[in-house]
């Protein structure tokens, strides 16, 4: 655990903590963020029972009912599973993450994961870009993923329940698994306490 301070983010009902250190962080203004994660960093529980790692930089507040946090993600890739990332904790084997994410064929893409015990990946669609928007949301017992282009049409990625959904705190994470570091910057930052209106769009 950190014993840094809290982060302020406007819009948030409360301060944001660190629940593990980055290499180096830094805010511009009160809504745009950038994480660094240091080398050999990820959040990931191998499904074959081979590994476990829990040592991405993360940044966390534990939101009450129904809600919606964006962002914009721009990831300076340079190794193979660079990700920023928005993030949904429970615990160290009860969480999921929606990465902007670079692939082994060195294309920016969205990836998914669910882990209940073990990790669920799923990668999505290629972007051809490194900045895209990402989207959590908690539909009561139940989240979504979503990823858009521009905000104007939120595509669909996963649709997913967690033990102890109305617990599970939310935030941004960086990570470079398999690199000596990698930056997240997370702009446009927007946290709603609403109900998502449409699923499949994300609206």
């Not at 301060?15 to 745009?32: C, F, H, K, N």
């Not at 209940?116 to 993923?145: C, E, K």
């Not at 109305?166 to 709603?192: H, K, L, M, W, Y």
Request: glycine content about 6%; proline content about 6%.
């Amino acid at each position: 655990m950190s014993d840094m301070e809290p982060v302020h983010l406007a819009g948030f009902p409360e301060p944001l903590r660190w629940d593990v250190s980055p290499a180096a962080w830094t805010m511009e203004g009160d809504q745009e963020l950038r994480i660094m994660a240091g080398p050999r960093t990820d959040l990931f529980t191998d499904p074959q029972r081979t590994a476990v790692w829990s040592n991405a930089p993360r940044l966390l507040f534990t939101p009450v009912g129904d809600f919606v946090l964006q962002a914009r993600v721009t990831v300076t890739f340079a190794a193979t599973y660079d990700a920023g990332v928005l993030l949904l904790y429970g615990a160290e084997q009860v969480w999921a993450k929606l990465c902007f994410e670079f692939s082994p064929q060195a294309e920016p893409m969205i990836v998914s994961v669910v882990t209940r015990d073990f990790s669920d990946d799923s990668n999505s669609t290629i972007v051809l870009d490194r900045s895209v928007l990402l989207r959590v949301a908690r539909i009561g017992p139940a989240f979504a993923f979503h990823w858009s282009s521009d905000g104007g049409f939120w595509h669909f990625v996963r649709h997913f329940t967690l033990p102890g959904a109305d617990s599970v705190a939310i935030g941004f994470a960086s990570q470079s698994p398999t690199g000596e570091g990698c930056e997240a910057r997370f702009s446009e930052i927007a946290f709603a306490a609403r109900r998502l209106d449409d699923l499949r769009n994300g609206l």
